[in-house]
């Protein structure tokens, strides 16, 4: 099976960039995509196909894919960005979601 | 603006059968534009795919539970539905249903419904 890593957490005080990594083998041979979730709520795509925004998104979500690591960018943290992100990619036919990374805005 | 709802018991037993629906509206689960999936988390845990469906009654599941999975579709209520056997205390979780923007190998979840909290136990 294929396995994606991310950080457990990471801390950005308000008005910096947070980066978040994703690792995979040959990861940037996928395409992938970046889910938020906020306590108590279902996740909502940020960023898909490495480095798209969906309507509505902030131009502060930003993505690359490169190798064998994908990594999320929001530039200017707000309190809103705090959740929980997942990255996500497809093995064949089957989803794959990264282990998940806690944003804290400090 | 196409909305998806869960549904269904709260409970199951251990060795039953989970059986849960997904209403969807603003949308007809009939397009050939959508896949349409289950996904589930565990408490303080990452997301976990269940699998998909797509009009035609092709559906594919993650290899870890395909032999327990049934995914189905009622067009007459648009709605689809996962069936889950055999269950045991590691299926307790908050299930998803969503759809996905195609069957391509870059296939976004780009609608979610709610979730549905579901526990094992006797």
């Known amino acids: 099976s294929y396995d994606l890593t991310q950080p457990p957490s990471v801390s950005v005080s308000p008005g910096q960039t947070a980066s978040i990594t994703c690792s995979g083998d040959?990861?940037?041979?996928?395409?992938v995509c970046w889910y938020q979730q906020k306590p108590g709520q279902s996740p909502v795509v940020v960023i898909y196909?490495?480095?798209k925004r969906p309507s509505g998104i902030p131009e502060r979500f930003s993505g690359s894919n490169s190798g064998n690591t994908a990594t999320l960018t929001i530039s200017e943290t707000q309190a809103m960005d705090e959740a929980d992100y997942y990255c996500?990619?497809?093995?064949?036919?089957?989803?794959?979601f990264g282990t998940g990374t806690k944003v804290t805005v400090l | 603006q196409v909305q998806l709802q869960e549904s269904g018991p709260g409970l199951v037993k251990p060795s039953e059968t989970l059986s849960l629906t997904c209403a969807v509206s603003?949308?007809?689960?009939?397009?050939?534009?959508?896949?349409w999936s289950w996904i589930r988390q565990s408490a303080g845990k990452g997301l976990e795919y269940i699998g998909r469906?797509?009009?035609?009654?092709?559906?594919d599941c993650n290899p870890s539970l395909r032999s327990r999975v049934t995914i189905s579709l009622d067009t007459s209520k648009n709605q689809l539905s996962l069936k889950l056997s055999s269950v045991t205390a590691a299926d307790t979780a908050i299930y998803y249903c969503?759809?996905?923007?195609?069957?391509?190998?870059?296939?976004?979840?780009?609608?979610w419904g709610q979730g549905t909290l579901v526990t094992v136990s006797s």
């Open positions: 996500q990619v497809w093995d064949s036919i089957t989803a794959v």
């Open positions: 196909q490495d480095l």
């Open positions: 469906i797509y009009i035609s009654g092709s559906t």
């Open positions: 040959k990861l940037g041979e996928k395409y």
């Open positions: 603003g949308g007809s689960i009939s397009s050939r534009s959508y896949y």
């Open positions: 969503a759809r996905l923007d195609s069957g391509s190998y870059h296939a976004t979840f780009d609608h």
